[in-house]
């Protein structure tokens, strides 16, 4: 049984009273401590129910890309819940949604233009995998029923989505025999892994509907980078077989790699884009599958039954579209691609000197994206209770200790967050 949480004199009686009745995320509930009640959020700070305030290393799972309670987002969804909360998108359609799309459509490179929306990223990633099968099927083509993943990948947690995940150092490995076998392999550096990845292709690509890629970074995988050469690589050789290339942009998306999808830096367009974490500026559900006008004219017939039979109930919800509307006004207005440039140089000065400590095996930043990995996670809870005592909330995970700050965190709460990992991680490998 889960226990209940030991509460003091000041934690709130919702925590006591509602503990036993969640389910949490990634957590084993038998023997994880409970988690910290939260009264507020503002800008870069997560405020504790006992005052406490934290420097928020993640920015709630790379969402709040603005920090949190932004006025203009804020104000943008209250002045869409006085007009409409919700309202179905079968045979209707509400402005910020339409706007919404077109803007995403303007965004991204020719010839992604059809905007699919809905509540998640897992969700984003199945619409693109069902697009790239039905793809193929529309045009007369069977056997096309596999992907194409890389080891160290993460997608999301729903059953397609776990399928093109990695299958050995994944966290879905119990549901091996359930799910869809793909193919997943190493994601190829240089010119001998093109080559052999190439190879493959010519082997097994007759069943293949597409590769599926997180561009530059490897989030939950571990955050494991690779560079523009391997996009290229990736897009040539999809093309020489004749395959789709979709980019899980889910986590890169939105200025985190330091310009504002990823596949950017390599000058590569993918055939289907997933978005979704950063889209609303992390205050509101929304996820969108993008895809190319060849794509969706794959689809137009007069046959009912080549049609994308796909629908989230929630889809487009026009609060939540406000919200990307308001977000996207952001990007514009403000130097957001610039600031994720200026953190870049900050966490690769200020986490080098982890480098030289022993059990180090890595350091790396990309955009506001900065990593410290570690040769044992067997402390793992030793390290959160104490980057919760030096004020700053950082979940590391795997082998590694990361932040993901949002991009709007001034000079101050940078330079303490990285300050508290740098002494953290000292104090554990003294420790060790």
Not at 344 to 354: N, S, V
Not at 364 to 391: C, E, H, T
Request: proline share 6%.
């Amino acid at each position: 049984m889960a226990r209940r949480p030991q509460t003091g004199p000041s934690a709130p009686g919702w925590l006591a009273e509602g503990y036993g009745h969640v389910w949490l995320p990634y957590t084993q509930m038998a023997s994880v401590p409970p988690p910290l009640p939260v009264a507020e959020t503002r800008g870069t700070r997560i405020v504790l129910a006992d005052g406490r305030e934290l420097i928020d290393g993640i920015a709630s799972w790379w969402t709040a890309c603005h920090g949190y309670n932004h006025p203009h987002i804020r104000a943008a969804v209250a002045a869409q819940l006085d007009r409409m909360p919700h309202v179905m998108f079968g045979g209707l359609a509400n402005e910020p949604a339409l706007r919404l799309a077109s803007r995403l459509a303007a965004m991204l490179p020719d010839p992604l233009s059809r905007v699919f929306l809905s509540e998640s990223g897992s969700v984003a990633v199945e619409i693109a995998l069902k697009m790239a099968l039905q793809y193929w099927l529309n045009q007369g083509v069977s056997g096309r029923h596999r992907f194409v993943s890389f080891q160290g990948a993460y997608h999301g947690d729903t059953f397609a989505a776990m399928s093109v995940c990695d299958p050995e150092e994944g966290m879905h490995r119990l549901f091996a025999g359930a799910l869809p076998e793909q193919h997943v392999v190493p994601l190829p550096h240089e010119e001998a892994g093109v080559a052999a990845f190439d190879a493959y292709l010519a082997r097994h690509g007759e069943d293949v509907a597409a590769v599926i890629v997180e561009p530059l970074v490897q989030g939950a995988g571990g955050m494991r980078f690779h560079g523009p050469e391997t996009l290229r690589a990736l897009r040539g050789a999809c093309d020489r077989h004749g395959l789709l290339l979709i980019a899980d942009e889910i986590m890169t998306g939105f200025g985190r790699t330091g310009t504002m999808f990823a596949c950017e830096q390599a000058e590569v367009v993918p055939d289907i884009v997933t978005l979704s974490k950063a889209l609303t500026g992390g205050t509101m559900a929304l996820a969108a599958t993008v895809a190319s006008e060849r794509i969706f004219e794959a689809f137009l017939s007069d046959d009912p039954d080549a049609a994308l039979m796909h629908g989230p109930t929630f889809m487009a919800n026009p609060l939540a579209c406000a919200a990307a509307n308001a977000s996207l006004d952001l990007f514009e207005r403000e130097p957001r691609l610039a600031q994720a440039r200026a953190i870049e140089g900050h966490l690769k000065a200020a986490l080098e000197p982890a480098r030289a400590l022993p059990g180090v095996v890595d350091v790396r930043a990309r955009g506001a994206i900065g990593v410290v990995q570690l040769d044992d996670m067997s402390r793992i809870a030793w390290l959160k209770k104490r980057f919760v005592a030096a004020g700053v909330w950082v979940r590391p995970f795997g082998d590694i200790v990361y932040v993901t700050p949002a991009l709007t965190i001034d000079a101050a709460d940078l330079a303490g967050l990285t300050d508290a990992l740098i002494d953290v991680v000292t104090a554990w490998s003294r420790e060790r």
